[in-house]
């Protein structure tokens, strides 16, 4: 699907409820936002932050539509 969209997929490995409470989860998905924007790498340099879609399932959407939220208010 990456490659047919021309997308860039990135997988957030972040901390899970049964040993972190949430918000943790949140923070960790906002954080690799942050470094997906700040990072050098090659792979990211045709990147178009503009258009951004966070996905997830079961129950990491409503970590998804929260990170969403979060980055929203800060882009404010």
């Not at 021309?6 to 936002?33: G, I, M, N, T």
Request: proline residues 1%.
């Amino acid at each position: 699907m990456a490659n047919a969209t021309q997308s860039v997929v990135v997988s957030v490995d972040y901390r899970l409820a049964s040993k972190h409470r949430l918000p943790v989860a949140y923070e960790d998905s906002v954080q690799a936002l942050h470094w997906i924007r700040a990072s050098n790498d090659l792979w990211l340099a045709h990147a178009d932050f503009s258009r951004c879609y966070l996905m997830e399932e079961s129950v990491g959407g409503n970590i998804a539509y929260n990170t969403g939220l979060r980055a929203a208010a800060e882009a404010d």
